[in-house]
């Protein structure tokens, strides 16, 4: 018994090793644009996507890059103020910045700006032609694959940017509010090939505790 619960501390003790010596801090010193860290992603390669006060950047291991100035891109992003990255099932992102939501590919590097939203909004996504946004004065708008741009969509009734804590959608076409004054599941259909328009259907609410 000694025998063995001597060899479990030795594996502990060497998984904690092995975990300490893959951390390492990033800073200035490695070229983040600032140090002020607003929002984190990792693409499909395991690069992580660093969102800051001053743009967005990327650690590839061993160097921190800045889009787009180290890619030689002439498209930047529509703020500097990074302060969400959302990424979708298909491996796009969708950036909420300061003045404007943004999709970006970051393999192409290639974005697509949208400067109807700024200031504070929410967004809620899951495939990158698949994106809802509510702003404060509680209208929601759907994003158009085709057309590449976002329509009003019908208000949601009970719902309320204030209220609002978190959305998620779900693999059945459903979108999750949790709200302040319960938790709504409402039923949603995107804009696809056989249909251009976007289908919402009545709140469900499961009331909290």
Same mark, same amino acid.
């Given at each position: 018994m000694t025998r063995k619960t001597g060899l479990v501390w030795l594996l502990l003790l060497f998984c904690t090793a092995v975990r300490a010596s893959n951390l390492r801090q990033i800073s200035s010193r490695e070229g983040i644009s600032n140090n002020a860290i607003l929002s984190l992603a990792q693409d499909k390669h395991g690069f992580i996507w660093v969102g800051s006060c001053d743009g967005l950047n990327m650690w590839d291991g061993e160097r921190m890059r800045l889009f787009p100035n180290d890619w030689g891109g002439e498209t930047p992003l529509s703020?500097?103020?990074?302060?969400?990255?959302?990424?979708?099932?298909?491996?796009? /992102?969708?950036? #909420?910045t300061n003045y404007g939501l943004d999709l970006f590919d970051p393999d192409s590097k290639r974005v697509e700006r949208h400067a109807d939203f700024q200031g504070m909004y929410k967004i809620v996504t899951r495939r990158s032609n698949e994106v809802l946004v509510v702003t404060q004065d509680n209208k929601f708008s759907c994003y158009d694959p085709a057309a590449r741009r976002f329509s009003s969509v019908q208000p949601m009734p009970g719902i309320d940017y204030a209220d609002i804590l978190d959305m998620q959608l779900d693999d059945d076409g459903a979108l999750w509010v949790f709200s302040r004054k319960g938790i709504f599941r409402i039923p949603v259909a995107f804009p696809d090939k056989n249909n251009d #328009?976007?289908?919402?259907?009545?709140?469900? #609410? /499961?009331?909290?505790v």
């Amino acid at each position: 018994m000694t025998r063995k619960t001597g060899l479990v501390w030795l594996l502990l003790l060497f998984c904690t090793a092995v975990r300490a010596s893959n951390l390492r801090q990033i800073s200035s010193r490695e070229g983040i644009s600032n140090n002020a860290i607003l929002s984190l992603a990792q693409d499909k390669h395991g690069f992580i996507w660093v969102g800051s006060c001053d743009g967005l950047n990327m650690w590839d291991g061993e160097r921190m890059r800045l889009f787009p100035n180290d890619w030689g891109g002439e498209t930047p992003l529509s703020g500097n103020l990074i302060e969400e990255i959302a990424v979708t099932t298909d491996s796009l /992102f969708w950036i #909420r910045t300061n003045y404007g939501l943004d999709l970006f590919d970051p393999d192409s590097k290639r974005v697509e700006r949208h400067a109807d939203f700024q200031g504070m909004y929410k967004i809620v996504t899951r495939r990158s032609n698949e994106v809802l946004v509510v702003t404060q004065d509680n209208k929601f708008s759907c994003y158009d694959p085709a057309a590449r741009r976002f329509s009003s969509v019908q208000p949601m009734p009970g719902i309320d940017y204030a209220d609002i804590l978190d959305m998620q959608l779900d693999d059945d076409g459903a979108l999750w509010v949790f709200s302040r004054k319960g938790i709504f599941r409402i039923p949603v259909a995107f804009p696809d090939k056989n249909n251009d #328009r976007i289908g919402i259907g009545q709140p469900e #609410r /499961f009331p909290t505790v």
